[in-house]
C-alpha cells in the first residue's frame, strides 16, 4: 500500500494476556517510530528504530513492552501482561530520514491499533 | 508534556470564523511541527517550521514560528466543518534525542 498500515487497528484484550501490534511502514523509510496516545492526551514517544535499530528506546514504559523490526520493514509492538493502563492508541509512523535535525521531513503515520484491556 | 503547551485544550468556533492556537516550547527549538488527528485517519502533516519568523500556509492554515518567544502559532481563516479535529503540535528541541516532544493537542469543533 502506499501509506503505513497497522494491525489490528481493534484489539479488546483481557488482563495478563501478551499482544503484538504490527506495523508495515512505507517503502524504504529507514525511520520509524512507535507513539502511545492515552484518551484525550498527546504523543507519548515509545521508541524509534533507524534500519533495524533501536538507538533510543528510552520511552518504552516497562519492561513489559518490546519492539523489534525486521528487514527495514516490518515492525512489531510487542506487549507482555497486559494491563489496563495500557489501554490506548499505538500509533506507528514512518519517515524517509530520522524527523529529528533534519528538516522539512514528515512522518506519515499509520491508523493506529486501538488497544483495549479488560 | 511540560516541555510542550498547546492551549486552548479545547476550541469551539462558528464557521466562518478564524481562530488562533498556540504551542510554546519551554526549551529552544531546532523545527516545529503541525499535524491533524481526526478520528480513524491517523494524523496529518500540516507543516513544519524551522527558522524564527518563518511562516506557512495550506490552504486556509497558516502557521509562524516565533523564535525568541520560542512559540508557533497556528491560524485558520474562515473555519470550515473540514478543519474540525484535534491539532497536534511536535517540537525538535535542541537537547532532545531522536524523537519530537509532542503538545497535548487541541480539540477544534466547529459550529455550523
Known amino acids: 500500500g502506499a501509506g503505513v498500515s497497522q494491525s489490528p487497528s481493534n484489539k479488546v484484550t483481557e488482563k495478563g494476556k501478551d499482544v503484538e501490534l504490527r506495523c508495515d511502514p512505507i517503502?524504504?523509510?529507514?525511520?520509524l517510530y512507535w507513539y502511545r496516545q492515552r484518551l484525550g492526551q498527546g504523543l507519548e514517544f515509545l521508541i524509534y528504530?533507524?534500519?533495524?535499530?533501536?538507538?533510543?528506546k528510552s520511552g518504552l514504559p516497562s519492561d513489559r513492552f518490546s519492539a523489534e523490526r525486521t528487514g527495514e520493514s516490518v515492525s512489531t509492538l510487542t506487549i507482555q501482561r497486559t494491563q489496563q493502563e495500557d489501554s490506548a492508541v499505538y500509533l506507528c509512523?514512518?519517515?524517509?530520514?530520522?524527523?529529528?535535525?533534519?528538516?522539512?521531513?514528515?512522518?506519515?503515520f499509520g491508523q493506529g491499533t486501538r488497544l483495549t484491556v479488560v | 508534556s511540560q516541555e510542550l503547551e498547546q492551549s486552548p485544550q479545547s476550541l469551539i468556533v462558528q464557521e466562518g470564523k478564524n481562530l488562533t492556537i498556540n504551542c510554546t516550547s519551554s526549551?529552544?527549538?531546532?523545527?516545529l511541527y503541525w499535524y491533524k488527528q481526526k478520528y480513524g485517519e491517523g494524523l496529518i502533516f500540516l507543516m513544519m517550521?524551522?527558522?524564527g519568523g518563518e511562516e506557512k500556509s495550506h490552504e486556509k492554515i497558516t502557521a509562524k514560528l516565533d523564535e525568541k518567544k520560542q512559540q508557533s502559532s497556528l491560524h485558520i481563516t474562515a473555519s470550515q466543518p473540514s478543519h474540525a479535529g484535534i491539532y497536534l503540535c511536535?517540537?525538535?528541541?535542541?537537547?532532545?534525542?531522536?524523537?519530537?516532544?509532542w503538545g497535548a493537542g487541541t480539540k477544534l469543533i466547529i459550529k455550523p
Open positions: 526549551k529552544t527549538l531546532y523545527g
Open positions: 528504530f533507524q534500519g533495524n535499530s533501536a538507538p533510543d
Open positions: 517550521l524551522q527558522k
Open positions: 517503502s524504504g523509510h529507514t525511520a
Open positions: 509512523a514512518s519517515s524517509p530520514q530520522p524527523l529529528y535535525r533534519t528538516g522539512n521531513t514528515e512522518a506519515f
Open positions: 511536535g517540537a525538535d528541541l535542541m537537547d532532545s534525542n531522536y524523537q519530537l516532544i
